[in-house]
Structure formats: C-alpha cells, structure tokens
C-alpha cells in the first residue's frame, strides 16, 4: 500500500510537472524553413508557422505547421519531441526533404534539432538541420523566435 501511495506520488508530481511546462500553449514562430546553397553559401530562407506544445506524460510533444506562402510549397506537419518541463528544451524533428542538386531530385532524411527557451510570452533559441548522407547541405544553427498566441 506505501510503495503504491509513494509511486503515484511521484507519478502525479512529473505529469503536474509537465503540464506546468513555460512551453506548453501556442506560438507563432519564425524559423529557417530551408536554405539555398550556391557556390558553397548556405544561405538560410526563412518563413513563419504555429506551434502547438502540449505535455506528454515527463515529456513535450510538438506540432509544427509553416503559414501558408506563395514562396513555398505546402509542407506537412513537422512533430517535434523534448524531454523536461524547465524553462529550456531541446525538441527533435526527424522529417523528409526533396533536394535539388544540380537539376537532379533526390529526398533526404532530415534532423532538425531546436534549443529553445521560453521567458514569459517570449520563446527564441536555435534549430540545425542535419541532412543525413549529405554533408555540405547541412545547416548550422539558425535563430528561431517566437510569440505566444492569445486564445
């Protein structure tokens, strides 16, 4: 009967945890949505989108729709995941992109890495992207910010 008591304790207090989370709500973000690569220049194209964060048991679960852009065509859903409730997360995004080198199409698995914080309304960090098997178009960090939404 203790250790049951003891163990629901401890489960209560991560999922109050994560649900007291600064991150969890809506924000509408600026973020790189991908980049151009010319002679070696890895120059960043940035674009705008909301993201929902919600908690998920001790963890933060991600949802990332771009706004709609004559630029750009539509783009799926992204999922994002963290670990942990503070004030700074690191999320992860395992999605795919269609690549262009030298006129000839190819897709790519992509790892987007965003460290963010969130002070009060305010969210800003950073989001790199790894193209898995293409080394020289990876990105290095790029600056995100963000604003939370009022409902």
């Known amino acids: 009967m203790l250790r049951t008591l003891c163990c629901l304790i401890v489960l209560n207090t991560t999922v109050l945890a994560a649900q007291q989370s600064p991150f ?5 973000v600026s973020y790189p949505v991908g980049a151009t690569v010319e002679n070696g220049v890895n120059t960043p194209i940035m674009g ?4 929902e964060i919600a908690a998920a048991g001790d963890s933060l679960v991600g949802e990332l729709n771009m706004d709609a852009s004559d630029q750009f065509p539509p783009r799926p859903m992204q999922r994002l995941i963290a670990s942990g409730t503070g004030p700074e997360a690191t ?18 698995t992509v790892i987007s890495t965003w460290k963010l914080a969130v002070k009060g309304d305010s969210l800003s960090g950073t989001v790199e992207r790894v193209l898995e098997g293409f080394e020289m178009a990876n990105q290095p960090p790029q600056p995100v910010t963000g604003v939370r939404r009022k409902r």
């Open 24 to 28: 969890v709500g809506s924000w509408h």
């Open 48 to 51: 705008t989108g909301v993201l």
């Open 91 to 108: 999320f992860v995004a395992h999605t795919e992109a269609q690549l262009n080198m030298n006129g000839e199409e190819q897709t790519a």
